[in-house]
């Protein structure tokens, strides 16, 4: 039977979680390593920071209510409420019971992330001609939640940060690099205890990581 919170193979990121429960040390920064996962816990009010220190990297982005990991971050939920697929500053991000879970506070990017494309996962790259395991962001969720003791009880749509998809007036879409600079941060205050998970896009087989399809860490920290 279909499991969602089993992953379909496995790497470091089951190694790395930033503490038993996910809970972060304040304004410290973490490293989210180059093709792996990381949860954290968030309180209300706090603010997560995510910065793309070389440019080219986009952060796939999950959030849970760490009181019921059903209830989670919808981009669906997101675009009914924002009449957009483009979310900017001082929007807010919602739930799928339709609850306000973040507002970007801060982006210093030209605003161009995605909300429309699935994480990638073992299938796309079987897809794309893999024979082998190859990183994903799917499995990058799923371990990142097993490293403090939680399990996924569903794959959300991510909030895919810095995902460069533009859609033509036809619906047709493309992927592109980044449109992001090195050292772009975006900042999401909390309105929710929740249980944020964060990917190193390992996607290297198409350009949304730059041009040379080079995956690089991610850092963030949280604050008060
Ligand atoms: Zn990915």
Not at 58 to 77: G, I, P
Not at 139 to 146: G, V
Not at 152 to 159: D, E, H, K, Q, V
């Amino acid at each position: 039977m279909f499991d969602p919170g089993k992953p379909d193979g496995t790497n470091d990121t089951l190694k790395i979680g930033i503490s038993n429960d996910g809970k972060p040390s304040l304004d410290h920064f973490y490293k989210v390593p180059a093709r792996c996962g990381i949860a954290v816990k968030l309180e209300k009010n706090q603010t997560i920071q995510i910065e793309n220190r070389f440019g080219t990297q986009v952060c796939d982005f999950w959030a849970f209510n760490s009181h019921n990991l059903h209830e989670h971050l919808s981009m669906e939920h997101v675009h009914t409420s924002l009449g957009s697929v483009l979310p900017k500053i001082g929007d807010s991000l919602v739930s799928n019971t339709r609850k306000k879970m973040f507002t970007i506070i801060e982006d210093t990017s030209e605003g161009f992330h995605d909300t429309i494309i699935a994480s990638c996962d073992h299938h796309r790259y079987q897809e794309l001609g893999c024979k082998d395991y190859h990183d994903n962001c799917v499995d990058n969720l799923r371990m990142a939640l097993i490293a403090i003791g939680k399990k996924a009880p569903a794959i959300p749509s991510p909030f895919n940060i810095w995902m460069n998809i533009p859609i033509d007036q036809n619906g047709r879409i493309e992927w592109l690099p980044p449109r992001a600079k090195p050292k772009d941060i975006i900042k999401l205050k909390s309105h929710m205890e929740s249980i944020a998970v964060m990917s190193s896009c390992p996607q290297d087989l198409t350009p949304i990581n730059g041009e040379n399809c080079k995956i690089q860490d991610v850092y963030f920290k949280v604050f008060n």
